[in-house]
């Protein structure tokens, strides 16, 4: 019998990479919502925390999923700060937390990362 692994979704992509940014919360969605692994959580980190207010119908819906579901750990303290969106990420019922501590907590933890 093969052992599930637990993912890490770890979301960095920049300004301009909102695609890049949705294949990954997608995934981490699809992987929840069809028990691919044991078990998946998201950190989202850098400008792609402005997805976590994002009016798109879209968009709103993804995170309002992974919001629901518990499956967003966490967004960067350090990048909500500089960008000024502390309390837009929090307003959503993410947490900020420093993203490299939350990362090593999750490895540490037998999670594998998967970046987008």
Request: glycine share 6%; hydrophobic share 40%.
């Amino acid at each position: 019998m093969v052992r599930m692994q637990k993912a890490l979704f770890y979301i960095v992509a920049g300004e301009n990479e909102k695609e890049r940014a949705m294949l990954g919360l997608n995934v981490a969605k699809r992987s929840h919502e069809f028990k691919r692994f044991a078990d998946v959580k998201v950190i989202i980190q850098g400008s792609s925390q402005k997805l976590i207010f994002d009016e798109d119908k879209d968009v709103k819906e993804l995170i309002d999923y992974l919001i629901g579901n518990k499956i967003i750990d966490s967004a960067c303290t350090f990048v909500a700060k500089k960008l000024s969106i502390e309390e837009k990420v929090q307003g959503r019922g993410v947490e900020l937390k420093p993203s490299g501590e939350r990362v090593s907590a999750f490895v540490n933890e037998g999670y594998v990362p998967l970046v987008f």
